[in-house]
């Protein structure tokens, strides 16, 4: 089985920021891509970004210089930098990663973490 977890969401007032992790743990052969992605009340999930096991970066064009996606291949870890909140960015965020079991090490499933609550307002 594989687990990922992530940590670091909360209240922040608009203007400031946040640093969200997410550790994948378990019976891991291989991480490939990994990433956050968003659900706000009432809207579809929605991408936030996305990073390579090679450190390639994607983002949503509505966090492009904001946000920074980074990882520590050693730690099995990502991380999102979220600068200048904005309320619009209030939203359930929820980490994604591609990962090879060792008990199936050819195949990349899908997991999810649980999520973590990030409210930006005064």
């Known amino acids: 089985q594989v687990q990922l977890v992530e940590s670091g969401g909360g209240l922040v007032q608009p203007g400031g920021s946040l640093r969200l992790s997410c550790a994948a743990s378990?019976?891991?052969?291989?991480?490939?891509?990994m990433g956050w992605y968003r659900q706000a009340p009432g809207k579809e999930r929605e991408l936030v970004a996305t990073?390579?096991?090679?450190?390639?970066?994607n983002y949503a064009d509505s966090v492009k210089g904001r946000f920074t996606i980074s990882r520590d291949n050693a730690k099995n870890t990502d991380y999102l930098q979220m600068n200048s909140l904005k309320p619009e960015d209030t939203a359930v965020y929820y980490c994604?990663?591609?990962?090879?079991?060792?008990?199936?090490?050819?195949?990349?499933?899908?997991?999810w973490g649980q999520g973590t609550q990030v409210t930006v307002s005064s």
């Open positions: 990073i390579t096991s090679g450190d390639r970066t």
């Open positions: 378990g019976s891991i052969f291989r991480l490939s891509d």
């Open positions: 994604y990663a591609l990962v090879a079991s060792n008990s199936n090490p050819k195949r990349f499933l899908g997991y």
